[in-house]
């Protein structure tokens, strides 16, 4: 058993199929099937059943995959700090970004990185908080840009910035085409939102609770593009911060109301693994973070149709 062997069964299984996996890696596919051949007869069982939708792990593959990931996820890690050991910053940092700031926190970081240490590859995994902290928990992300709800951050947490929420519909709405909307104006209202559980939500149900409001939530998506398409059409409003809207607003296609009494403001977070030490690469990515998000995190509407 080889390093080399086990990134073949771990593509094999991300692929499902030999033949893709040989594509990949530039070889013959009999090479692909001898390699799993070879490994399935030291081990005494097989790895891989082929079924219609083509290769998938066997009960004996899934029980061991998780430590194939690790070894090789160990093996990048020595390597990336070999390199980093020698002063260059190198190797992949593993990010996970929320989707109100990807289209805008991404290719700067990705066009700021390739300027100042084209060795740092960035694997960026988009989702929501509760998503995020998951993936964080568990040790596949090596930093994560979350929201928080709160008078105060988790541990191993930076509060990079504080923005407020919006009551946000389609150019034109009574309620969103206002300056400001107070909370229990919510009430009766068909609201679109992420799946509990979610910080959102949490801070929502609680301040209804508070105030006798009933929130009418008409739909629950876990994807920023949806609950956009779905303002936009005028079925139903949605609640984000300002970077998420900004180009619609700035179009006229959507309006934005703060809503007030009480604010809901959340918190952008930097969270840190807990499961081994930041490679200098990912030290580097943490330190650029810090100056790049705050400045993308202010309200740019100036000159806008915010207002109808």
Known sequence: MNLKQLETVALVAEL?????????????????SRTVANLESEWGDRLFERTGRGMVLSEFGKRIFPEIELLLAQSTRL????????????????????????????????????????????????????????????????????????????????????????LIGKAGHPIANQP???????????????????????????????????LD??????????????ALSGHALIILPQLAVDDEVSAGRLVAAEIINPQLPRSISLGLTQHHPLSRAARLVLSR????????????????????
């Open 16 to 32: 499902g199929s030999l033949s893709r996996a040989a594509r990949a890696l530039g070889i013959a596919q009999s090479l692909v």
């Open 79 to 166: 390597h990336d700090e070999i390199r980093n050991a020698a002063g260059v910053p190198a190797g992949t940092v593993r990010i996970g970004v929320l989707p109100s700031m990807t289209r805008r926190l991404i290719p700067t970081l990705f066009a700021d990185l390739r300027k100042t240490a084209p060795g740092v590859r960035l694997r960026v995994i988009e989702g929501f908080s509760g998503q995020l902290d998951e993936q964080l928990d568990a040790g596949h992300l090596d930093l994560a840009v979350i929201n928080r709800y709160g008078p105060s951050p988790r541990q191993n947490e930076d509060v990079l910035a504080t923005v407020a929420n919006y």
């Open 180 to 214: 400001a909307v107070d909370f229990k104006c919510l009430a009766g209202i068909p609201l679109v939102l992420p799946p509990a559980p979610n910080g959102l939500r949490l801070i929502l149900d609680q301040h209804a609770r508070q105030q006798g409001v009933t």
């Open 217 to 230: 939530v008409a739909l629950e998506v876990e994807s920023l593009n949806a609950m956009k398409e779905v």
């Open 289 to 308: 973070l810090h100056e790049l998000i705050p400045p993308m995190t202010q309200p740019d509407w100036s000159g806008s149709n915010k207002r109808q």
